[in-house]
């Protein structure tokens, strides 16, 4: 694996894609010390494959074959992946869960992106929940996986208010522009060798990250 060139990254998608394509253009523009070795779907027919073609990216599609052979799946993305000499794992709307002991074997090497400030909203539907409990800010968490589902150390989180009168639609395009700007920034952390993880904890410029770093938006 390479240590000393371009950070190698395999991004799995389960849809559209835009985190993956704004990575992927991030990447390409020299901004964040990283590459795109590899995209992968659950989805076959997930847009954001053709996305990614367009863009010149390898791609592979690996029919998601049910909860139930979770691990055939794992095991031919898992080949995939070191097959393109990956170095870290981004997931960007993959919308399956990957199960604990392949997530425990690459502790520190996973990454994803949830539309809420968690702790707060973990699973699916965050904009609408947010609305229904009538929360006056929401946002984006960047964390690390781990097996619990949304629930490992986070890294980074957008914030925004939540304006009065706002639809879920407006909700999730105002979260969704914030995370094209968290989540390469998280990802060029890494690659510089800012954030890294060492005694089973993620450590930002040398010191132990205990607590999200939070940017705020639009305030
Ligand atoms: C994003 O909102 C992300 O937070 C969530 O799924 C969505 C993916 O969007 N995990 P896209 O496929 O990157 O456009």
């Known amino acids: 694996m390479s240590t000393r060139g371009a950070l190698r ?40 494959l053709e996305t990614a073609r367009g863009l010149g990216l390898a791609t592979r599609a690996i029919p998601w074959p049910g909860a139930a052979r979770r691990s055939e799946f794992e095991r031919e993305a898992a080949a995939a992946l070191d097959a393109a000499g990956v170095e870290l794992i981004v997931l960007a709307g993959f919308m399956r869960i990957l199960s604990g002991p392949f997530v425990t074997a690459r502790a520190g090497r996973i990454l994803n992106i949830h539309p809420s400030l968690l702790p707060k909203f973990p699973g699916l539907h965050t ?87 939070v940017e705020e938006f639009d305030a």
Request: proline share 6%; net charge neutral; aromatic share 4%.
């Open 9 to 48: 990254l395999g991004i799995l998608i389960s849809g559209r894609g835009s985190n993956m394509a704004t990575i992927a253009q991030q990447c390409r523009a020299g901004r964040l010390g990283a590459e795109v070795a590899l995209v992968i779907s659950d989805q076959p027919a997930a847009a954001g």
């Open 127 to 213: 904009h609408r929940r947010v609305l229904e409990a009538g929360e006056r800010s929401h946002g984006a968490t960047v964390h690390y996986v781990t097996p619990e589902l949304d629930g490992g150390p986070r890294l980074l989180q957008s914030r925004i208010a939540v304006r009065a009168g706002e639809s879920e639609e407006s909700l999730s395009a105002r979260v969704q522009a914030t995370e094209h700007i968290i989540y390469p920034k998280v990802i060029g952390w890494r690659a510089e060798g800012r954030l890294q993880w060492r005694e089973e904890r993620p450590w930002l410029d040398g010191a132990p990250l205990l607590t999200p770093v």
